[in-house]
C-alpha cells in the first residue's frame, strides 16, 4: 500500500462518527516485526480509536452538567486564590522572603486572608445570651510544623487545632483562631487557656453581659476573674489537678451517688457532682450565686451541671454540621486544607445568618441547608457561566447550570 493510500484511508476512518453513542471503536492489534503488512480487505482495520461521547453527564436533578473533557487547557493557577484576594499586601506573595517571614510568624502564608475573614465572621453576627469556647481538629496528614494528634477526636486523630468562639443557640462561629504551636525559639505557653478565650470574646467589649461555657481545658479562677471585669459570667468543668479545687471536692469512694457538694465565695460557686461510684466532675461558674438542685429528676443535678449541657454543644455542634456537607479534599499543603475549612464554616455561618433573616424559608423541608448550599454554589458560578456561555466553540449545555436559553444566549436568573 502506498503512503498516500494510507494518510487519506486514516484521515477517513478518523471521520467516521459512530451512530449509537455507546458504541466504543477498538484500536487494531498492530505487530511491529519491521516488514510492511500484508494488505487486507477487513474494515476493522481501518477503524482508529475514537471517543464521541463528549457527555453531558446530568446531575440527579437535572440543574448540574459534566462534560467528560477538560473545558479550559490550564491545568494550574497563574494565581493563588488566597493570597490572590484584594487587600492582601504584596510581601505576602512573595517567595524570596517567605523563610524569613516563616521564622516570625508560622501563619504567614495565609496570616493576611486568615485575619480578613475572621472580621467578617465578627462584624457580621453577634453572638445570643451565651457562647461557648471550644476546640476543632480539622483532619489534616500532610507536613506540618504545628499539626497536632488527639487520639480522644472522634472524626480523625491528625489534623490543624482551631479555637472557636460560637453562639450556643444556632452554633454560629463568631471568632476563631488557630493553634500554631510554640512561638519559634520560645518556650511553651503558660496559662494558654485563659489568653485564648480572652482573645475570643475581646470583640464583644466591656459590658457584653453574656455568659461564656467552656471545657476544662480553659476553665480557671483566674479566668473567671479576667471575665468579671468584662461583665461576662463563666461556667465550665474545672480540671481537679488545679490549685484552686479543696481535697474535698476530688472523687471519693464514700461519696454518695447523686449527691452534689458547694463551695462558695462572693464571685464564683463550685460544685462537685457525683454521677456514678467513684467520679466526680467539678465545675466553676460566676453565673450561680446559689446551690439549687433539680429535684424533680431522679439524678438531682445542680442547676450549675443542667445550665452547661445546654449550653457546652456549640462548637460541637459546628462541627458535626460542617462535616455532614464538606468540600474537604484531599490535599499535601496545610493552607489548602485550612482553606477547605474555611469555605466549610463560612457556607454554615452565611446558612444561619439567612435563616435568622428568612426564618419561614423551607422551614418543613429537612434538606433545606442543602437546598442552600446549592443555590450558593449557582450563584456563585454564575458570573463565569454567563462569560463562557456567550465564548464561541463552548459546550451549549453550560446554560443548562445557569437557567433557559433566550435566543441562543443564557438567562441571567437562576433562582
Known sequence: MDVEEEESKTASCASEVPENDDEVLAEPDVVETGEDQPDTESDDDDVLYQINDIGPYFSKNGAVQWSRFPLDTGKTRSVNKMTGEGGVTPHARSRSTREKRVELDKMTHVREFFEMWSLSLRTNYLPYESACVDEQLFP??????????????????????????????????????????????????????????LDLVDYLGDDSGRNVTTDNFFTSLALGEALLKKNISLIGTIRKSRPEIPSAFLPSKYSEVHSSLFGHTSDFTLVSYVPKKGKAVTLLSSMHLDADIDESSKEEKPEIVMEYNRTKAGVDTLDQLTGNYSCRRKTSRWPMALFYDILDISTLDAYIIWCEINPGWNSTLPTKRRMFLQDVSKKMMQRQLLRRSTTPNVLDTIPVIVGTKQNGRANNGIM
Not at 146 to 171: D, E, M
Request: proline share 7%.
Open 140 to 197: 489534616f496528614k500532610g507536613r506540618c510544623g504545628f499539626k497536632q494528634y488527639i487520639p480522644t477526636k472522634p472524626r480523625s486523630k491528625y489534623g490543624l487545632k482551631l479555637f472557636l468562639l460560637c453562639c450556643c443557640r444556632t452554633s454560629y462561629c463568631c471568632n476563631i483562631q488557630l493553634y500554631t504551636g510554640k512561638p519559634v525559639g520560645g518556650k511553651p505557653e503558660k496559662n494558654q487557656g485563659k489568653r485564648v478565650v
